[in-house]
């Protein structure tokens, strides 16, 4: 049975819309932070680096509390390699995509 702001998307990863609000509002703050508007000041761009970290921190130690509680033991090396799949092709666009701007 689906939560209230929350849907099923498999067995073992479920996807929070709240958490995602949070993340988008902490990294909202840490670009306006970087924007320089002149009239409008947000000097809250370290707090959103904070929360942005905090939420970072309670998806990934949920994510092992889950694997945990299914009899599965946690691998530090499955972990960065599962996080290395999903983060290296991003990484890999802005890498070429920086370079290809600074030419």
Known sequence: MNQVGSTQTSETTRFRQDIQLLRAIAILFVVLN????G?????AGYRGV???FVVSG????SSILRQESKGQSFSLLNFFRRRAQRLYPAFLVVIIGVSLFRL
């Open 50 to 52: 904070d929360v942005f």
């Open 34 to 37: 970087h924007i320089d508007l």
């Open 58 to 61: 309670f998806v990934i130690m």
């Open 39 to 43: 009239f409008l000041s947000v000097p």
